[in-house]
T-cell receptor
Framework: DTAVSQTPKYLVTQMGNDKSIKCEQN?????MYWYKQDSKKFLKIMFS???????INETVPNRFSPKSPDKAHLNLHINSLELGDSAVYFC???????????????FGPGTRLTVL | AQKVTQAQTEISVVEKEDVTLDCVYE???????LFWYKQPPSGELVFLIR??????QNEISGRYSWNFQKSTSSFNFTITASQVVDSAVYFC???????????????FGQGTILTVHP
């Protein structure tokens, strides 16, 4: 019944490794997002997909590559992890288009990534 | 560019006190949305309210109330009779209107850490 789910919840890995975070929403929304929350709690948009199409890419290093296999899923793959990638990554979804568009974003529980 | 400022980094109150969290925003859009989210110690982000720029009516939900003033670009949040369970980080956020090019991306303020002591 979880609206927006992310796996894993915790991810601890070594520098230089490649890792993925998965996100799924069962709300039928047309738009999904990835946000990064740094150690000072600041939240910043990274990517947004609308109907599987990349809409927003906010000056994120090329090592980060989102993939949306369908409207309900938005995964985040990170290559060559660096210490500075340590953060909490939140997935979110919202209904932006159409008469039902209301724009509230519902967030997943977050994935705490620690790079050693 | 959009910007949200929450000038209060941390607020500490004693239970049953009223507390107001300030939020000031900047945008060139004439139509936009404002939000408040709560992040309790468990870490999830909980949606509290969404307000359209063309609706300046204040809203009350239980102990929570929101004061939207377009003239001062502010969207303040008041908790009445605070409780320990209100302890959390509170974020104010802004997005442009639906149909814009940003597809509803949220621009967040820095957050206000609220601690309610028993």
């Amino acid at each position: 019944d979880t609206a927006v789910s992310q796996t894993p919840k915790y991810l601890v890995t070594q520098m230089g490794n490649d890792k993925s975070i998965k996100c799924e929403q069962n709300l039928g929304h047309d738009t999904m997002y990835w946000y990064k929350q740094d150690s000072k709690k600041f939240l910043k948009i990274m990517f947004s997909y609308n109907n599987k199409e990349l809409i927003i890419n906010e000056t994120v290093p090329n090592r980060f590559s989102p993939k949306s296999p369908d409207k309900a899923h938005l995964n985040l793959h990170i290559n060559s992890l660096e210490l500075g990638d340590s953060a909490v990554y939140f997935c979110a979804s919202s209904q932006v288009s159409g008469l039902a568009g209301r724009n509230e974003q519902f967030f997943g529980p977050g994935t705490r990534l620690t790079v050693l | 560019a959009q910007k949200v400022t929450q000038a209060q980094t941390e607020i500490s109150v004693v239970e049953k006190e009223d507390v107001t969290l300030d939020c000031v925003y900047e945008t060139r859009d004439t139509t936009y949305y404002l939000f408040w989210y709560k992040q309790p110690p468990s870490g999830e982000l909980v949606f509290l309210i969404r307000r359209n720029s063309f609706d300046e009516q204040n809203e009350i939900s239980g102990r929570y109330s929101w004061n939207f003033q377009k003239s001062t670009s502010s969207f303040n949040f008041t908790i009445t009779a605070s409780q320990v369970v209100d302890s959390a980080v509170y974020f104010c956020a802004l997005s442009e209107a639906i149909g814009g090019t940003s597809y509803g991306k949220l621009t967040f303020g820095q957050g206000t850490i609220l601690t309610v002591h028993p």
